[in-house]
């Protein structure tokens, strides 16, 4: 139990250390047109799926959450100026979004949405910003070996 309080007490002191370095609401990099919408968004929802992975090639990696199908439904994380209120999940849900996941230590909710339900949360009052939740790759586990550091574990020469 008390591994518990200090391990959310580690995460709350994490984002608060964060939200601390960021800048203004309007200092966003991937909001250029300032509709409170990530560019990332409208750029997929503008040429199509492809536009979510590397290149625009969907033999890479891709580097938004998006959703195969019709309509794409993007993973979006929905930021507020104030904590996210049982009203403002309530609103949400409203706009058709089946998955609704507030966040205990930051202002925000983590979802799924079509273009369509993100451009009418955007005007949602209380919206400061809708995310596209980025997608993060594993790399480098071979790296302790790449530099020849010494393994514990007595790996052989030829692993």
Not at 100 to 122: L, N, W
Not at 130 to 150: D, F, K, L, Q, W
């Amino acid at each position: 139990m008390l591994y518990r309080l200090v391990a959310r007490m580690a995460v709350c002191a994490f984002w608060c250390a964060v939200a601390c370095m960021v800048g203004p609401a309007h200092a966003w990099t991937h909001d250029q047109n300032k509709d409170r919408i990530d560019d990332r968004i409208a750029r997929v929802n503008l040429v199509g799926w492809s536009a979510a992975f590397v290149n625009d090639d969907p033999g890479q990696r891709m580097e938004i959450a998006v959703l195969s199908g019709q309509p794409l439904r993007y993973g979006v994380y929905i930021g507020y100026d104030h904590r996210p209120a049982t009203t403002d999940l309530t609103s949400l849900a409203s706009q058709g979004l089946s998955v609704v996941h507030p966040y205990e230590c930051i202002d925000y909710v983590r979802s799924e949405a079509t273009f369509e339900q993100i451009q009418s949360i955007a005007q949602l009052p209380g919206i400061t910003r809708i995310e596209a939740i980025p997608m993060v790759y594993a790399t480098n586990h071979y790296g302790s070996r790449v530099v020849r550091a010494r393994d514990s574990r007595g790996l052989q020469r030829s692993q």
